[in-house]
Structure formats: structure tokens, C-alpha cells
């Protein structure tokens, strides 16, 4: 697995490309693809950096692992490619938009649109095996995706960090609240959401709302 990924990120991360366990992650990754039909592309496992280079960062969305259906993952986590029918949390998520911020269902569901825009969508694992939900768990991807939460929060400032259900929200350890707006609610998956834990949350404006406050540009969902 070759760690080609933006300047920006290299920057702050190259000790972490470092150390042994990263060097055991790519060993396993590269084994991986080369025996079975994971995702996303191997070129674009490390998109959510390609596309929101550090200094750019304004947002960042906690995922947990990439899609493993086939044409899903794009190595932005909740975003399909485009001309894939959306997942359910992918669809709860633009439905809470709509309501919170009165927008139109979207035919697209890829969220590059959000990454240019500054939305870091950071999956703890960037990598699955084909139709094997958690295939790439606790192999080194969550000390590396860790470490990325901890130097968003260390060289930023004024970031809005959306940590949705359980599993975000036990990152919150990892980020400085006194210079960023930290916001939590559950899961969009239906299980959560059919239960009263997402809709409702207006994340999305209570974002803008700081954003404009601090004097950065809203983002456009």
C-alpha cells in the first residue's frame, strides 16, 4: 500500500508512517487486496486527505467502516459513488438536512462536493473486504485515523467535529473542546434513527452557525 496522500497531511502524520504498526497495517492491506476483492479502490483509500488537505479543514465526520458493497466506497465515509443507490445512512442523513435546512433531496450521493468544501469524512478503518462488514477492524487503521483526529485538533482551530452514535462519540477524548464546537447525536443507520436518536439534531445548521461565527464560510450542504 503506497501512502500517497496530500502534503498537507504528510506533514503532520509522517511519524506515524513511521512507526511499526503502520508498517504491519500496509504488510496486511497489500495482502488484502492482492488475495481478495476489498475497497475502496486502492487508489482511493486515503480520498478524504486528497480532498481536504489540512488547512482546509473545517468539518470533520466520523464514519466507522467503508461501504463493502460493490461500487459503494469511495474512500469518503457515508458518500457512494455517483449512480449508486444510497444507503440507508446515507439517505437519513440527507433527509435530516431537508428538514433542518429546507433543501431538495439530492440525486448524488457522493460527498466530494462537501470534501472541496472543507468536510474531513474520516472512516476509523479506510479499508474492507468485499460483503464482510468489520473485515479490517483492529488491524492499525484506528491508531492511524486516531492520530488524524488528534492533529486536526492540535494544528486547528475552530473545527466542527460531528461524532454520530457510539462508536464517534468515544472520540471525543481525542479533541481539544476549548477550541472546537463538538457536536453529538446517534447514528444515522435506522436502528438509531427509527429510535428518535437522529433526526431532529440540526447538526448541519448548528455548524454554519458556528462556522459564520468564527468567521468561516458556511458550507453548502
Not at 474512500?75 to 443507490?85: Q, T
Not at 445512512?89 to 439530492?106: A, M
Not at 468544501?117 to 484506528?142: P, Y
Not at 443507520?189 to 468564527?214: E, I
Request: hydrophobic content about 35%.
Amino acid at each position: 500500500m503506497e501512502v500517497n496522500i496530500h502534503p498537507s497531511w504528510k506533514s503532520v502524520l509522517q511519524e506515524e508512517f513511521n512507526k511499526p504498526y503502520f508498517s504491519q497495517l500496509t504488510d496486511f492491506v497489500k495482502k488484502e487486496y492482492a488475495e481478495n476483492i476489498c475497497y475502496p479502490k486502492g487508489k482511493q483509500i486515503f480520498s478524504a486527505f486528497d480532498h481536504c488537505p489540512l488547512d482546509r479543514v473545517k468539518v470533520v465526520i466520523i464514519g466507522q467502516d467503508p461501504y463493502h458493497g460493490e461500487g459503494q466506497a469511495n474512500g469518503l465515509c457515508f458518500s457512494v459513488h455517483d449512480g449508486i443507490a444510497h444507503p440507508p445512512s446515507l439517505i437519513n442523513i440527507f433527509r435530516e438536512i431537508g428538514q433542518d435546512l429546507g433543501t431538495s433531496y439530492p440525486i448524488s450521493g457522493n460527498l466530494e462536493r462537501w470534501a472541496s468544501q472543507g468536510v474531513l469524512l474520516l472512516n476509523a478503518t479506510l479499508t474492507v473486504r468485499a460483503n464482510e462488514a468489520g473485515s479490517h477492524q483492529n488491524k492499525g487503521w484506528e491508531t492511524f485515523t486516531d492520530a488524524v483526529i488528534k492533529a486536526v485538533s492540535a494544528h486547528c482551530n475552530n473545527i466542527v467535529f460531528m461524532l454520530w452514535g457510539g462508536y464517534a462519540k468515544k472520540k471525543t477524548s481525542l479533541i481539544d473542546p476549548t477550541k472546537h464546537c463538538i457536536l453529538t447525536s446517534g447514528h444515522p443507520s435506522p436502528l438509531s434513527a427509527n429510535k428518535g436518536y437522529w433526526f431532529g439534531n440540526k447538526h448541519f445548521s448548528k455548524a454554519n452557525a458556528y462556522l459564520t461565527s468564527v468567521g468561516k464560510e458556511a458550507i453548502n450542504w
